[in-house]
Structures are given as C-alpha cells and as structure tokens.
C-alpha cells in the first residue's frame, strides 16, 4: 500500500529520475528535462527555453553558469548570421569545453 501525503503537504515542484547512470531533473508540471548528470562520463546539462548548456565534467559547471553573461554579446552576433534555411536554426558556442546551444 502506498502512503499517502497529508492534504496540507505540497508535492515538490522538481523529481529527479534515475535512468542507468545518468539523474535527470524534470519539472513536475509539463514533464520538462531541466538538467541530466551523467554520472559516468561526468557529463552536466542545463536546459532552458530552447537552450542547452552542457559541460564534459560537473566541476566546471559552476563556472560556465558564472560566465554565461559574459556570453550574451558573442551569441546575439552569432544569431544575427543565422538564416532561415541555416541548420536548424541553431546558434552554437564553444568556450573551452563549454557548449552552448541556443
């Protein structure tokens, strides 16, 4: 039998799922993947909107986070040379082993 939460206890508003190796954190509402870990490979994945940040290894995730602002002017030149017929209409930058996706 599953235990039920009491009426006034809210049901947190992010899971994680185990799948193998890799964690992946989901909103509860809309079933939306805003993070995986691998943690194998030590791979690290953000996801927002329709972008993607990802990182070979988890320690550097702190700082790419960090230096996203720093980003912002070299992806908006980056997407003004994106055309319509381009690949996919994806906007992609490397900074050290950082890839941005947008």
Known sequence: MLNKLPKHEKLPD??????GYIASIIARKGNAQYAYL???SGAAALFANEGVLL??????LS???????????ELKS????????SDGHQVRLRR?????SV
């Open 78 to 85: 980056l997407a003004k040379s994106v055309t319509p017929d």
């Open 38 to 40: 691998d943690f194998v």
């Open 14 to 19: 992010y899971a994680v799922r185990f799948i």
């Open 55 to 60: 990182v070979p290894k988890r320690p550097a």
């Open 63 to 73: 700082f790419a986070v960090v230096d996203l602002p720093f980003c912002i002017d």
């Open 96 to 100: 050290g082993e950082t890839k941005i």
